[in-house]
């Protein structure tokens, strides 16, 4: 069974942040959104 996540994605100027909304502490920051979103997975795999 998979569990299922809610990312919050955001530009902010050039930069994009993000972070998992179930799980305090998954929040990641980087210069391109594919690189954002590659980030929050790993993170939230460590995090789990």
Do not use: H, Y
């Not at 050039?14 to 305090?24: A, C, H, K, R, T």
């Amino acid at each position: 069974m998979k569990n299922k996540f809610t990312a919050v994605i955001k530009q902010e100027g050039d930069w994009w942040i993000g972070w998992i909304e179930e799980v305090p502490g998954v929040n990641c920051q980087e210069a391109a959104k594919q690189e954002l979103l590659e980030s929050l997975r790993v993170t939230l795999k460590e995090a789990l």
